[in-house]
């Protein structure tokens, strides 16, 4: 069975600085993806990231960067420079080649940045 | 490019009624999902539509249906609701048969449902 862990269920962050979002993923598939939504207030899942479970190098997105540590089963998201508007509930999410149909999402963090 | 879109935005049932929530999908796009958010909790995942049939199915009991048409635009139908339906339904598209599966959802802004 596939699953997500964020064990943070909310951060608060002052506004400029570097943040990171924990997220543990679990899976006996070795041909997996891992990503990261944004979801304000409004309720509209806002794809941020994606990294392939063969992607070599850590993804990134403007100021979003994944850090993929596969021996350890975490994909944390890292925010840099942090803005007001990035106060939002962020979820970690897994789509295995097995079950290439549905997204597995962890539970969520709130953030919330301080200005 | 049209992004996603729902309808309708909010609604209030009664238990034990039916209801219908519309989703059309992001032009060029030939899959639709659909998941079911309750609050302060992730998404959980019903169902996907991939040329007009159901393409994997969550954990949810057969009074949740659904249909995609022609179009590619999708319904998903809740029979005898419960107060424990009451939840943001999110419906996600995406382009299936390039390789990619479908990680790369894109989602509408969700229907709120009360059911009371």
């Known amino acids: 069975a596939q699953k997500i862990t964020q064990t943070q269920p909310g951060m608060f962050v002052q506004e400029k600085e570097a943040v990171t979002l924990d997220c543990t993923y679990d899976?006996?598939?070795?041909?997996?993806?891992l990503f990261w939504y944004k979801q304000p207030s409004s309720g509209e899942m806002i794809f941020l990231i994606y990294?392939?479970?063969?992607?070599?190098q850590n993804a990134t997105e403007g100021r979003y960067s994944l850090n993929f540590q596969k021996a350890r089963k975490s994909a944390n998201l890292v925010i840099s420079a942090s803005q007001l508007g990035d106060s939002a509930m962020y979820f970690c999410?897994?789509?295995?080649?097995?079950?290439?149909?549905?997204?597995?999402f962890g539970s969520g963090t709130r953030l919330s940045i301080r200005p | 490019e049209t992004g996603v879109t729902q309808s309708p935005t909010h609604l209030i049932k009664t238990r034990g009624q039916q209801v219908t929530l519309r989703c059309s999908s992001q032009?060029?796009?030939?899959?639709v999902s659909w998941y079911q958010q309750a609050l302060g909790q992730g998404p959980q995942f019903i169902f996907q539509?991939?040329?007009?049939?159901e393409n994997g199915r969550g954990n949810f009991p057969p009074r949740f249906s659904g249909l995609q048409f022609p179009n590619y635009s999708s319904e998903l139908n809740v029979n005898a609701l419960e107060l424990d339906d009451s939840a943001l339904y999110l419906c996600?598209?995406?382009?299936w048969g390039l390789g990619r599966g479908s990680y790369e959802q894109y989602f509408g802004p969700g229907t709120r449902l009360t059911v009371t």
């Open positions: 996600a598209s995406s382009l």
């Open positions: 899976t006996s598939d070795q041909s997996y993806g």
């Open positions: 990294q392939g479970s063969y992607d070599e």
């Open positions: 999410a897994m789509t295995t080649y097995s079950s290439a149909s549905k997204i597995i």
């Open positions: 032009s060029g796009h030939n899959t």
């Open positions: 539509y991939y040329r007009e049939e």
